[in-house]
């Protein structure tokens, strides 16, 4: 047992945290991360520390790169750290997903985590099809409100200030 100061036992609570197997790559990332802000480390000398080289702690940092819903994505469809990196090199978010979608199949991402792939993720996106006329075979458009209504009772209805507030009237 060792006696340390509060500075001192905080970093070793990190290098504890990383030693730990069960870490997946972006929490290593962030304990990595962690080092680097609180300690006024840089990755060169965390990587001294660790024990390991300077460019594996900085591909590890590259991870954060990601935003929240795309870390979870990456996890959930079990992609290695590997294809992680090798999507940062596309220029969007929207490549990013597109990729992860060739890589694991859509009915496989459905079973694991109950995320669908939605056609239209911003009213913006509909109204842009209704422009371009791609929506003139619809005989009805129900918002998620009045689809729920629909499945349950069989009766179409649309809430008039739902339709309004869209511009889709």
């Known amino acids: 047992v060792y006696a340390v100061d509060g500075e001192k036992g905080a970093f070793l609570a990190v290098v504890e945290n990383l030693l730990r197997e069960d870490l997946n790559m972006f929490e290593t990332a962030a304990a990595m991360d962690k080092l680097c802000r609180e300690h006024g480390l840089t990755q060169e000398e965390v990587a001294e520390r660790l024990s390991v080289?300077?460019?594996?702690?900085a591909?590890?940092?590259r991870l954060l790169r990601f935003d929240t819903p795309m870390r979870e994505k990456l996890l959930s469809a079990n992609l290695t750290e590997r294809h992680a990196r090798a999507l940062l090199k596309l220029s969007s978010e929207l490549l990013?997903?597109?990729?992860v979608q060739e890589?694991?199949?859509?009915a496989e991402l459905y079973g694991k985590t109950g995320i669908q792939q939605q056609n239209?993720?911003?009213?913006?996106?509909?109204?842009?099809?209704?422009?371009s006329g791609k929506l003139q075979k619809a005989a009805h458009f129900l918002m998620m409100p009045e689809y729920l209504s629909f499945k349950l009772t069989g009766e179409i209805r649309n809430e008039y200030t739902n339709a309004t507030t869209t511009n889709l009237v």
């Open 53 to 57: 080289s300077q460019s594996y702690v």
């Open 59 to 61: 591909n590890k940092m």
């Open 120 to 131: 239209y993720n911003t009213i913006y996106q509909l109204y842009s099809d209704k422009l």
């Open 96 to 99: 990013q997903l597109k990729a």
């Open 103 to 106: 890589i694991v199949s859509q």
